[in-house]
Structures are given as structure tokens and as C-alpha cells.
């Protein structure tokens, strides 16, 4: 067949069943699900555990159907929720997911096991999900983890004992100084990279990230030392893991000269590459894998199409379908999409305030996707909506993956989620960064200094805002990052990084059908076999 021929997917009776137990947030279950079709794909029968508020949700998006061979079940966590309206928040599902949900989730591993006769083969768990995995323990599972982030913060918090050894951070996880996340330089001694002194080499250099960047600085002192104990427990529990299953692309697959490498801190042979994890281009049955031949259908200039509902992910929020009818009567590459995701609160209401009069006067076409809660809209200047009709168009909810694939669309307003950022690179589209917290820093530093195909928005005020969207819209440099883009988008969704993902996705399944799913070894980033 030729290299642009389309992939048809084998189904084998599934042979075996796994567990998957996402974080209960959107940003977490999307990447989950992928990861779930991709197993399926490939024989498996996968079923997805999530708490009975997600369960609610999930079903009320799209029913029980999320994936030929995925299984959709309820774990009952004991939330006071009526399924309406804003999801729990994290302080209101902590307590649950360690003293109420393992129950749940323990009753499911037995019962499956006694109608399956095998039982299940493998307990695959969000890292942050970490409650999973005595559970899994106690009902002899064999426990994998699964990290929906890049690699690179995953260094960040394996770090954390060198950071506190080091004197940068607190028992709590306080900075004590601000302080550059790679210090001194690297010499070599026969050959070997050797660090000097008590240098400091979390990230590369490139990045200038410090300890003001942190992943778990969300919110207050108190929200940060809350945050960072849970982050303690999780890295401890990890330790059990024997493989760890990654939605991520080596960043030398990328073509740019700083690592993100395997140094995290464990085995490196342990971690396994299988991102990116993206939505197959053309709809269809997914098992993960996308051809050349998706890539030219899926371009930002091919003619525009709407996704088949099957292959979306379901949302826990209703999206606005009105989104892509009114992108259907815009220009070609005129567009700017805002969107700072769902889980981090809101940027504020100065920021808010700000931003709504710099995208106002841009005189460019805009879609907002801004939460309909007081806490994300206050700010707003008043009678905003009716002042930029026509040309603005803001909704609570907007369908990213159709979106972003639009053709209006010419560049994307983001906090620089990990899960938009891989989507953004699928789609070839230009990136604003305005990241907030958590592993935002880190995606936004790779972003702009490492792959070059977006900019930092340094602040939200009306200038800065016009004078950003200029230049990644018009001129020289806007063309330079739509290139880098482009460029990006057939290495990492097409190239070696894709290849070698479909490989460890194979290789894991096969171990997972041989009942040795812990022996999985990562492919090299040069593979012989079809992608």
C-alpha cells in the first residue's frame, strides 16, 4: 500500500480487560479516552472508571457510547452533586478519591474478576489518580501509570527532593528563592556529561523557568501547601509503578536542540512514549493511529468539515455547536480563539476587563470561549456582548477539536494546557500564551523558545494585546511561526515521534495479551515499521 494509504484498524475479540481511572477533570479524562480507544484498537477491552458527577455528565453529553469497545462505568464518590452545573471542585473530591471512591473502585475490580475469569489484566491510572493504587494492590492488578502531561514537568515534580535538598523550596513546597531550574554548566569527563558543582539541571536552560513557576503554585499559600502535600503522595505511590505510560513527543523528534529527555527520575526504560494521544482527523474508528494521508485531509486549507460525532470526546460542559456555523462566514485565517480551558480559575477581573478591549480593538474577528460563571465573566465591560456582535461571538462552551481544524481560524489565545497545546499542533495553529499555573510555564516555555511557533502575551492590557495579535497575524514573523508550525505538526504527528508511539502502544498491548505487560520496552525513535 502506498505511504498515504489509509489505516484500517483490526479488531481481535478482546482478549483481555483493562481498568482506566482518570483525574476527575476534563483536561485528564479527554487524553484518558484516547488511551482507551487506542487500547481497544488493538484488542483490549478497556473500560474507563470515573466518579459518579463525571458518569453524570459524560452520559448526558453523549449517552454510554465513547469509543467502539470502551466502556464507560461509575464509581460512587459520595459528592453531594445533582449533575448540574459547575462539576466538584478539586478541595470537594480530594477527601473522596482516598477514603470513599476506593471502595467503589475495589467491588468493581472483584466483581469483574469473577465474571471474567481472568479478571482484569492491568490497572492503568492517572498519576494524579494515585488513590487507585493500593486499590489495584489489594485485588492483585498489576498497576501502570498513565501521565497526560509533557515529560517535562513529570522531571519538575520527580525534582522535588532535590529542590527541597537544595534549599529552593520549602517542606511545603514554598519557594524560598527565585531560582532558575537549570544552573551552571555541563562538562565532559571521558566522554559523559557531568554537572559541575551544586549546579542545578531540572529543565534545559533554554526555557529560563525558576522556582516562581512551579506546577503545584495554584492559588494561596494554603491552596499551594494542600496542593503540594497531595503532589508528595502521588510521586510516593508512583514509585510502584513499572511502567509509565506518557502522552508526550520527544522534543529532539521535534527537531529543536533542547532535551526532554528520559532523566525523571526513574527508570528510564520504564517510561514509555505513547503521545501524542489526538482525535483521529478524518473521524472514524480510532486505535491511535493517524496516516499521511489523514494529515493532508486534516490541513488548516483543506475544505472545512465537521467531525463525526463518534470520534469526539465527550465534554462534561455543552458545547455551542453555533460555534462553527459562525466560523463558516468568516475569512480564511482572520479569526482569533480564546480559550483558557476549565479547570484553573479564572485569569481575573482586571485581566478579563483588559482583554475584552484589546480583542475589541483589533478590529479582528474573535471567538471567546469564557465560562457563563460569575467568578470567569465579572469584568467583562458592560453590554460587551451586544457592542462587538457580529464581529465577537462569545460562548460558555466552544467544540475545540472543530475549531481549531476550522479554516478561519488564525491563531489561538491560550493558557497553553497541555491538551490544547497538542491540539494546536495537530492543527497547525499559531499560539498567544497566556499561561496561569500548573504545567502551563512549562508548555509556554517550550512553545515560544524551543519550538518558536507562538509568543508570550506578557500581560492582558488593550496594547499589548493589539500589538501581539499583529504580529502573529501579519508580517514576517507571524509567516516564520506558521512555518515552525507546519513543520512541527508533520514531525510530531506523522513523523518518528508518532511512529514510535504507535510502536510502545503495540508493544505494551502484546505484553498486556502475553500477561507480562510490565516487560514493555520503549521503541527507539527510528523504527522500521509503519506508522
Given at each position: 500500500?502506498?505511504?498515504?494509504?489509509?489505516?484500517?484498524?483490526?479488531?481481535?475479540?478482546?482478549?483481555?480487560?483493562?481498568?482506566?481511572?482518570?483525574?476527575?477533570?476534563?483536561?485528564?479524562?479527554?487524553?484518558?479516552?484516547?488511551?482507551?480507544?487506542?487500547?481497544?484498537?488493538?484488542?483490549?477491552?478497556?473500560?474507563?472508571?470515573?466518579?459518579?458527577?463525571?458518569?453524570?455528565?459524560?452520559?448526558?453529553?453523549?449517552?454510554?457510547?465513547?469509543?467502539?469497545?470502551?466502556?464507560?462505568?461509575?464509581?460512587?464518590?459520595?459528592?453531594?452533586?445533582?449533575?448540574?452545573?459547575?462539576?466538584?471542585?478539586?478541595?470537594?473530591?480530594?477527601?473522596?478519591?482516598?477514603?470513599?471512591?476506593?471502595?467503589?473502585?475495589?467491588?468493581?475490580?472483584?466483581?469483574?474478576?469473577?465474571?471474567?475469569?481472568?479478571?482484569?489484566?492491568?490497572?492503568?491510572?492517572?498519576v494524579l489518580a494515585s488513590w487507585a493504587v493500593p486499590v489495584a494492590a489489594r485485588c492483585g492488578v498489576p498497576a501502570v501509570g498513565f501521565w497526560t502531561a509533557m515529560l517535562a514537568t513529570y522531571r519538575v515534580v520527580a525534582a522535588i527532593p532535590e529542590l527541597i535538598d537544595k534549599g529552593l523550596i520549602s517542606d511545603h513546597g514554598i519557594p524560598i528563592s527565585t531560582k532558575r531550574l537549570n544552573t551552571g554548566e555541563e562538562h565532559k569527563v571521558n566522554g559523559d556529561h557531568q554537572?559541575?558543582?551544586?549546579?542545578?539541571?531540572?529543565?534545559?536552560?533554554?526555557?529560563?523557568?525558576?522556582?516562581?513557576?512551579?506546577?503545584?503554585?495554584?492559588?494561596?499559600?494554603?491552596?499551594?501547601?494542600?496542593?503540594?502535600?497531595?503532589?508528595?503522595?502521588?510521586?510516593?505511590?508512583?514509585?510502584?509503578?513499572?511502567?509509565?505510560?506518557?502522552?508526550?513527543?520527544?522534543?529532539?523528534?521535534?527537531?529543536?536542540?533542547?532535551?526532554?529527555?528520559?532523566?525523571?527520575?526513574?527508570?528510564?526504560?520504564?517510561?514509555?512514549?505513547?503521545?501524542?494521544?489526538?482525535?483521529?482527523?478524518?473521524?472514524?474508528?480510532?486505535?491511535?493511529?493517524?496516516?499521511?494521508?489523514?494529515?493532508?485531509?486534516?490541513?488548516?486549507?483543506?475544505?472545512?468539515?465537521?467531525?463525526?460525532?463518534?470520534?469526539?470526546?465527550?465534554?462534561?460542559?455543552?458545547?455551542?455547536?453555533?460555534?462553527?456555523?459562525?466560523?463558516?462566514?468568516?475569512?480564511?485565517?482572520?479569526?482569533?480563539?480564546?480559550?483558557?480551558?476549565?479547570?484553573?480559575?479564572?485569569?481575573?477581573?482586571?485581566?478579563?476587563?483588559?482583554?475584552?478591549?484589546?480583542?475589541?480593538?483589533?478590529?479582528?474577528?474573535?471567538?471567546?470561549?469564557?465560562?457563563?460563571?460569575?467568578?470567569?465573566?465579572?469584568?467583562?465591560?458592560?453590554?460587551?456582548?451586544?457592542?462587538?456582535?457580529?464581529?465577537?461571538?462569545?460562548?460558555?462552551?466552544?467544540?475545540?477539536?472543530?475549531?481549531?481544524?476550522?479554516?478561519?481560524?488564525?491563531?489561538?489565545?491560550?493558557?497553553?494546557?497541555?491538551?490544547?497545546?497538542?491540539?494546536?499542533?495537530?492543527?497547525?495553529?499559531?499560539?498567544?500564551?497566556?499561561?496561569?499555573?500548573?504545567?502551563?510555564?512549562?508548555?509556554?516555555?517550550?512553545?515560544?523558545?524551543?519550538?518558536?511557533?507562538?509568543?508570550?502575551?506578557?500581560?492582558?492590557?488593550?496594547?499589548?494585546?493589539?500589538?501581539?495579535?499583529?504580529?502573529?497575524?501579519?508580517?514576517?514573523?507571524?509567516?516564520?511561526?506558521?512555518?515552525?508550525?507546519?513543520?512541527?505538526?508533520?514531525?510530531?504527528?506523522?513523523?518518528?515521534?508518532?511512529?514510535?508511539?504507535?510502536?510502545?502502544?503495540?508493544?505494551?498491548?502484546?505484553?498486556?495479551?502475553?500477561?507480562?505487560?510490565?516487560?514493555?520496552?520503549?521503541?527507539?525513535?527510528?523504527?522500521?515499521?509503519?506508522?
Amino acid at each position: 500500500m502506498g505511504a498515504e494509504a489509509e489505516h484500517v484498524a483490526v479488531r481481535r475479540p478482546a482478549a483481555a480487560t483493562v481498568v482506566l481511572v482518570p483525574f476527575p477533570a476534563q483536561g485528564h479524562i479527554s487524553p484518558m479516552l484516547r488511551l482507551a480507544r487506542a487500547l481497544a484498537g488493538r484488542g483490549v477491552a478497556a473500560i474507563v472508571a470515573v466518579p459518579d458527577f463525571v458518569h453524570r455528565r459524560l452520559v448526558s453529553a453523549c449517552g454510554h457510547q465513547v469509543g467502539v469497545g470502551v466502556e464507560l462505568a461509575s464509581i460512587d464518590s459520595g459528592v453531594p452533586d445533582d449533575g448540574v452545573g459547575e462539576p466538584p471542585g478539586f478541595a470537594g473530591f480530594a477527601r473522596a478519591m482516598e477514603h470513599h471512591m476506593p471502595t467503589s473502585l475495589e467491588s468493581m475490580l472483584t466483581t469483574r474478576r469473577g465474571l471474567a475469569g481472568r479478571g482484569v489484566a492491568c490497572l492503568v491510572a492517572d498519576v494524579l489518580a494515585s488513590w487507585a493504587v493500593p486499590v489495584a494492590a489489594r485485588c492483585g492488578v498489576p498497576a501502570v501509570g498513565f501521565w497526560t502531561a509533557m515529560l517535562a514537568t513529570y522531571r519538575v515534580v520527580a525534582a522535588i527532593p532535590e529542590l527541597i535538598d537544595k534549599g529552593l523550596i520549602s517542606d511545603h513546597g514554598i519557594p524560598i528563592s527565585t531560582k532558575r531550574l537549570n544552573t551552571g554548566e555541563e562538562h565532559k569527563v571521558n566522554g559523559d556529561h557531568q554537572k559541575t558543582g551544586d549546579s542545578l539541571h531540572v529543565l534545559p536552560a533554554q526555557l529560563g523557568l525558576s522556582t516562581a513557576e512551579l506546577p503545584w503554585l495554584v492559588g494561596d499559600a494554603a491552596c499551594q501547601k494542600s496542593r503540594f502535600t497531595f503532589w508528595l503522595q502521588t510521586m510516593e505511590r508512583a514509585k510502584s509503578f513499572r511502567s509509565i505510560l506518557v502522552n508526550t513527543f520527544p522534543v529532539e523528534a521535534a527537531g529543536a536542540g533542547a532535551g526532554d529527555g528520559d532523566d525523571t527520575g526513574t527508570d528510564a526504560s520504564q517510561v514509555l512514549q505513547v503521545g501524542p494521544l489526538l482525535p483521529p482527523p478524518s473521524g472514524g474508528f480510532d486505535d491511535g493511529r493517524i496516516t499521511k494521508g489523514d494529515l493532508l485531509h486534516d490541513s488548516p486549507a483543506a475544505p472545512r468539515r465537521r467531525r463525526s460525532t463518534s470520534s469526539k470526546n465527550p465534554s462534561m460542559w455543552q458545547a455551542d455547536e453555533t460555534c462553527v456555523e459562525w466560523l463558516d462566514e468568516q475569512r480564511a485565517g482572520s479569526v482569533i480563539y480564546v480559550s483558557f480551558g476549565s479547570w484553573v480559575a479564572s485569569i481575573g477581573r482586571d485581566a478579563i476587563g483588559e482583554l475584552a478591549l484589546g480583542l475589541e480593538a483589533t478590529a479582528r474577528p474573535f471567538l471567546w470561549a469564557l465560562k457563563d460563571e460569575p467568578s470567569w465573566r465579572e469584568g467583562l465591560p458592560r453590554q460587551y456582548a451586544e457592542a462587538v456582535a457580529g464581529r465577537g461571538k462569545i460562548v460558555a462552551w466552544a467544540p475545540q477539536e472543530d475549531v481549531l481544524r476550522h479554516s478561519a481560524v488564525g491563531c489561538y489565545l491560550t493558557h497553553c494546557g497541555w491538551n490544547s497545546t497538542l491540539e494546536a499542533i495537530q492543527h497547525g495553529v499559531r499560539l498567544l500564551c497566556y499561561p496561569v499555573s500548573g504545567d502551563q510555564f512549562i508548555n509556554c516555555a517550550y512553545i515560544v523558545k524551543v519550538w518558536e511557533t507562538g509568543i508570550r502575551l506578557c500581560s492582558t492590557k488593550r496594547s499589548v494585546v493589539e500589538d501581539c495579535v499583529e504580529r502573529i497575524m501579519e508580517g514576517e514573523e507571524g509567516r516564520r511561526m506558521q512555518e515552525k508550525v507546519d513543520e512541527l505538526r508533520k514531525r510530531v504527528v506523522m513523523g518518528e515521534a508518532r511512529c514510535a508511539a504507535n510502536g510502545n502502544l503495540d508493544s505494551f498491548v502484546d505484553g498486556i495479551m502475553r500477561n507480562d505487560h510490565l516487560l514493555a520496552q520503549p521503541s527507539a525513535l527510528t523504527c522500521a515499521h509503519a506508522c
